[in-house]
């Protein structure tokens, strides 16, 4: 299947460390997105890379992709405790517009 | 603001009771998902409607169903649920093309909690 797999699965960081998240993924795409989830929530998306891309910053956020290894990172500079959440990276493929979400990871900032 | 707005926010029903789930959009979005999420997982895709046309995942069960009677709203159906259907059910929107940048990605309402008892 195209289901991401991140890494690491839980992390555990104290404010104004920096955060890196992991994802990969099987098959060719066409974009990656990576999206905020708090508690009992919905998804926010964050940022999207498209596959001809390799790095797109956002204010404190930074994705690369790497489409020769399947990969992308995401990183949090300068994480705040609001910053905790589950992040998902999700895969775009094919014609269509559906998105397959990767297995997430739970930041955890703490002051 | 445009949004996405689910309710119930928590739901709960009876184990074979029929039980609907609803979804509006103020994005005019041509394209709507429903995804279901159980506790620690990634949500999965149920199917999504393009316009009118409806896109059914292929290991989505037959007792979920949907309408989107139009453009605005979209509506789950559970005809028989189990205690395995308890999940957050996720709606979503995206235009029909992906721009990129801040127009990117989809945009999701908070969600409605099912529980089956």
């Known amino acids: 299947s195209q289901q991401g797999e991140e890494d690491p699965q839980a992390l555990s960081i104290q404010e104004g460390e920096n955060a890196t998240m992991n994802c990969s993924y099987k098959?060719?795409?066409?974009?990656l997105q990576w999206y905020r989830q708090n508690s009992g929530r919905g998804l926010v998306h964050l940022i999207l890379?498209?596959?001809?891309?390799r790095e797109k910053h956002s204010g404190r956020l930074r994705v690369t992709l790497d489409t020769s290894k399947k990969s992308s990172s995401l990183l949090i500079t300068a994480s705040r405790a609001a910053d905790t959440a589950s992040y998902f990276c999700?895969?775009?493929?094919?014609?269509?517009?559906?998105?397959?979400f990767g297995t997430g990871t739970q930041l955890k900032v703490e002051l | 603001d445009a949004m996405v707005i689910q309710n119930p926010r928590y739901q709960v029903t009876q184990f074979g009771k029929p039980v609907t789930l609803s979804c509006s959009q103020t994005?005019?979005?041509?394209?709507m998902y429903w995804y279901q999420q159980k506790s620690s997982q990634a949500p999965k895709l149920l199917f999504h409607?393009?316009?009118?046309?409806?896109?059914n995942e292929a290991d989505t069960p037959d007792n979920f169903q949907s309408r989107r009677p139009n453009t605005s709203f979209c509506f789950l159906d559970i005809r028989s649920p189990g205690l395995g259907d308890a999940a957050m059910y996720l709606c979503?929107?995206?235009?029909?093309?992906?721009?990129?940048?801040?127009?990117?990605?989809?945009?999701f309402g908070s969600g409605t909690r099912l529980t089956v008892v």
């Open positions: 979503a929107t995206s235009r029909e093309r992906i721009l990129g940048g801040r127009e990117g990605g989809y945009t």
């Open positions: 098959t060719s795409i066409n974009n």
């Open positions: 890379i498209r596959s001809n891309e």
């Open positions: 999700a895969t775009g493929a094919g014609g269509g517009n559906k998105l397959t």
């Open positions: 994005l005019n979005h041509n394209v």
């Open positions: 409607y393009y316009d009118k046309d409806f896109n």
